[in-house]
């Protein structure tokens, strides 16, 4: 569920963010009349998304009274809750409305899907812009990676051969295979793409370093136990 500092948004405001997504900036009047929201929960929906650092607020001019014409655009933080909001299968319109806001993130959308198929790369982009505040956007994408390795580890790496049923043994190595095999799709992706390929190596020195510490520690248990 899209939420702003852990507290739902309301309809009004999903729908506000979600015209904006698909239709790129608009003023509020755009918004009143492409929505059909009532001019009061226009004004209320904005401000509030203004002040929570979902929107941004550009002039264009003035109106015909002389009062600022302002469009709004979505910030990176409102384009990671219009992601939350939208369907999957509008991925494709708002992302490329929007990608210049992130294009390191947004813009490997057509290379994910081609590397490791749309269902895996919807995956990935609903891990990355599962954010609830403006300051968790800032390491979106290096989130997103950590959670896709995080995720394949226990599969491909762990123990639950060990804990299954013998009944439910041959089903869960089947699909443990397919994960095995989406594992080094993903690999081969972060490998193969020089711009994503840093985070990557960051994320196997980071992996190295942990593992070099427990080893460390391991090592000195083993030390402690041999003296009793």
């Avoid at 812009?129 to 790496?157: G, S």
């Avoid at 972060?190 to 080893?215: C, G, M, S, T």
Wanted: net charge positive; proline share 3%; glycine share 6%.
């Amino acid at each position: 569920m899209a939420q702003i500092e852990g507290q739902p948004i309301p309809e009004s405001h999903k729908k506000v963010l979600f015209y904006i997504a698909k239709t790129g900036a608009k003023t509020k009047y755009e918004i009143e009349k492409g929505t059909r929201i009532n001019h009061a929960s226009i004004h209320e929906a904005v401000k509030n998304l203004v002040k929570t650092g979902a929107l941004q607020g550009d002039q264009i001019g003035t109106t015909r009274i002389g009062l600022p014409k302002i469009k709004y655009k979505l910030t990176f933080f409102g384009l990671c809750l219009s992601m939350q909001i939208a369907n999957s299968r509008d991925y494709d319109e708002i992302i490329v409305n929007w990608k210049n806001l992130a294009p390191l993130l947004f813009g490997k959308w057509e290379y994910f899907k081609e590397k490791v198929g749309r269902k895996e790369a919807e995956d990935f982009f609903a891990r990355a812009t599962d954010v609830k505040k403006p300051t968790e956007a800032e390491d979106a994408l290096r989130n997103a990676i950590c959670q896709t390795f995080e995720l394949y580890q226990e599969i491909t790496f762990g123990s639950w051969e060990e804990k299954l049923e013998h009944k439910y043994r041959e089903e869960m190595e089947k699909h443990g295979q397919e994960y095995r095999q989406s594992f080094e799709k993903w690999i081969e992706a972060f490998r193969a793409d020089p711009e994503l390929k840093k985070y990557f190596e960051e994320y196997v020195a980071f992996q190295l370093k942990i593992a070099h510490n427990q080893l460390k520690f391991a090592q000195s248990l083993k030390r402690f136990s041999s003296n009793t």
